[in-house]
């Protein structure tokens, strides 16, 4: 289903380039601007199982992006610029913003360096449990449980499955089912309950998970300090906002908040929401972000920006680079915004 899904939108984006429909597009769906979602920057790594590769870019893909943005004349802001030119409404120059996801450490090792090459900013959101050293990322967990399981046995629905995950096409089957499942369960301690269960069974450390990925606090500080670099938040647990109370939500966001500005002494004005998607963000988290004191808020529903997107400072959208699609024909699509248009039903601005 998910190969299925992949190779539609490869043949959307083929199309989008080889009918040269985005052009026709661009003036209609480009916007002012685009902040585009990253999370790892990293060489391939080898294997035929790598079910969360979407989350990952080459630096040689980041930077044939930069060198695209640059040839265009476009401007590569922080978060901060693009809000001041929002509600400046100054859209004489168009502009894109680098944002990434989670803290990974190799936003420092491999996109840092490459951002520099262009003197292009860079804002990474932090979720404070993953800098603590103390989060879960069951996404990865269930990844390394099924690499190294031929076969996991699940209660899905009241009903133990035994899924085979003895080849890499019959492991990323059972990974997409599984994924499916746990993002269905109703809380959050479900998701860890479940994870912490294949965890224990097939012999994998889920709590280093995030300290071998990310980076700590001590970490965090030298590269916060970098002038290229800015730090959001991306709340303190990564859990599903949508599925907490509205006080466990706004907690998340403020203390989340409080802890990175505590551990590295600047202030944290703009956020990311985790997933970011419809069932992860909607108007409740929108406005709670606003009560939090956040100057802008990023989701992960595809668009550009618009001069109307002024009023939708937390619902802000983002044009994904996906790991799976790391073509440079598709650059010019992707700025066009045909891509996005494409994928969100054609809409300008989608903040509801
Ligand atoms: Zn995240």
Redesign the pocket.
Known sequence: MKQLRNNVIRAGLEALYFTGAHHLLRPIFSGVGAIFML?HVRPPRDGEFQPNHHLEVTPEFLRSMLSHLRARGIDIITMDELHRRLIGRNFSRRFACFTF??GYRDNRDFALPVMREFDAPLTV?V?SDFAEGTGRMWWIALEMAIARASSIEARIGGVTARLDTSTPAAKQAAFDRLHHWLRGLPGEHDVQREIAALCAHHGVDDAAICRELCMSWDELKPFADDPLVTIGA?IIT?CNLAKQSEEIAGHEMAISRARIEDALRRPVVHL?Y???DKIAAGGREFALARAAGFKTAVTTRPGMIFAGSAGHLTALPRVSLNGNYQDVRILPVLTSGAATAMWNGFRRIDAA
């Open positions: 999370h996801d989670d959101y979720a991306h990564h990311a985790p997933y970011g």
